[in-house]
């Protein structure tokens, strides 16, 4: 329960005051997040074509960043560091469903390199994407071991799910 308090109470006793104030944030807090959710199916739906394809054009260049950075340690490139794998690979999992809620109608016209096949092979265009997915959630496993081997081996398999995926659906 949350108390007012006078001045000489809050100076007697700052504790309740402070216990007081943390709820507040933690109520603050809840109704963002619940603001946050109700928004989502909002944010989903774009106010123009244009719109969609930058969002997943982002969301791609975002997911391609992150799992570049992995792949740059898994093969070498650059020092390996258990920690920064990890954190990428999480970072590239999370933004991997994100893109495809902007393949709507309208938005394979305009400045895409989406072939007309994500469309009109709709099926195979969201199994590629889950197999995508997949094969992510597999890296982001391996990279919270720590296990470099491990890391590897998941690697492989998501470059190829995204090949495919390029092979068949995207504009070179």
């Given at each position: 329960m949350i108390e007012k308090l006078s001045a000489s109470e809050a100076f007697i006793n700052p504790t309740i005051v402070v216990e007081n104030a943390g709820m507040k944030k933690l109520i603050l807090a809840a109704a963002v997040v619940s603001g946050l959710i109700a928004a989502l199916p909002a944010a989903a739906q774009f106010q123009k074509p244009e719109d969609a394809i930058k969002y997943r054009k982002a969301a791609f260049n975002?997911?391609?960043?992150?799992f570049g950075r992995v792949g740059a340690m898994a093969n070498g490139r650059v020092p390996f560091d258990a920690k920064a794998v990890a954190q990428?690979?999480?970072i590239a999992t999370m933004m991997s469903p994100l893109p495809y809620s902007a393949f709507g109608e309208g938005t394979d016209k305009g400045d895409t390199k989406a072939k007309p096949e994500?469309?009109?092979?709709?099926?195979?265009?969201?199994?590629?994407?889950?197999?995508?997915?997949?094969?992510m959630t597999k890296l982001n496993a391996a990279a919270k071991t720590g296990n470099l081997d491990a890391i590897k081996t998941a690697f492989g398999p998501v470059g190829q799910a995204c090949k495919a995926c390029h092979d068949h659906f995207r504009k070179e």
């Open positions: 975002v997911m391609a960043t992150h990428n690979a999480e994500v469309w009109t092979e709709g099926d195979k265009f969201r199994a590629a994407a889950a197999k995508m997915q997949e094969e």
